[in-house]
C-alpha cells in the first residue's frame, strides 16, 4: 500500500491513519451500490476475503481477558457481556461515545467485540452514508476487521 492511499481521519476525537481502500463483503457490497457514485469515486473497494467464525464462547473468553483502562469502555465492557449476538454489540457500540479514548484501548476493544460485531456495524453504517466523513469512518472499520480477520486466523491454526 502506498502512503499516499492514507489520510489523516479524526473521529469521536480518535485520531487514525486510514486507508482509502474499503474491504466489504457481498452483502456490504449491495448497500455500497446504494452510495452516491460522487463518495464511491474517492475509494477502493476490495473483497473482504477474511472468513473466521467466531463463537459467543471465544467471544466471552476475549471479553474477560481484554485489559481496558478507561472508565466509558468498562460501563460498555460490563453491558456488553450481557449481549447475546453481534447485532446487539454493534448496537451497544453506535451507542457508546468514544470521544477521548486511548487508542490502546480502542484496538483491545474491537479486538474483544471480535469481526462479527464490526461487521455488523459497518452494514449498520453502510445504511446511513451521508458523507465522505461517514465513508472514512467505514473504511477504518473495514481496515480493522481485516486486521481481525488475519490476526484471529493466525492463532486458530
Known amino acids: 500500500m502506498e502512503w499516499e492511499e492514507f489520510r489523516l481521519w479524526r473521529v469521536s476525537g480518535i485520531i487514525m491513519t486510514v486507508t482509502t481502500t474499503l474491504y466489504l463483503t457481498e452483502s456490504e457490497r449491495a448497500l455500497w451500490s446504494g452510495i452516491s457514485p460522487k463518495l464511491q469515486s474517492q475509494y477502493a473497494v476490495e473483497h473482504e476475503v477474511g472468513n473466521w467464525r467466531d463463537s ?18 468498562l460501563a460498555f465492557l460490563e453491558s456488553a457481556k450481557a449481549a ?3 447485532e446487539a454489540l454493534a448496537a451497544l457500540l453506535m451507542d457508546t461515545d468514544l470521544q477521548g479514548i486511548a487508542d490502546a484501548d480502542i484496538a483491545e476493544l474491537f479486538f ?36 481481525l480477520y488475519a490476526s484471529l486466523a493466525s492463532v486458530s491454526h
Open 112 to 147: 474483544a467485540l471480535g469481526p462479527a460485531a464490526v461487521s455488523s456495524l459497518i452494514a449498520s453504517m453502510l445504511g446511513r452514508v451521508a458523507s465522505d466523513s461517514d465513508l472514512q469512518g467505514i473504511a477504518a472499520l473495514t481496515t480493522i476487521r481485516h486486521s
Open 56 to 73: 459467543p464462547g471465544r467471544r466471552r473468553m476475549r471479553m474477560q481477558l481484554v485489559q481496558l483502562r478507561d472508565p466509558k469502555l
Open 84 to 86: 447475546q449476538s453481534a
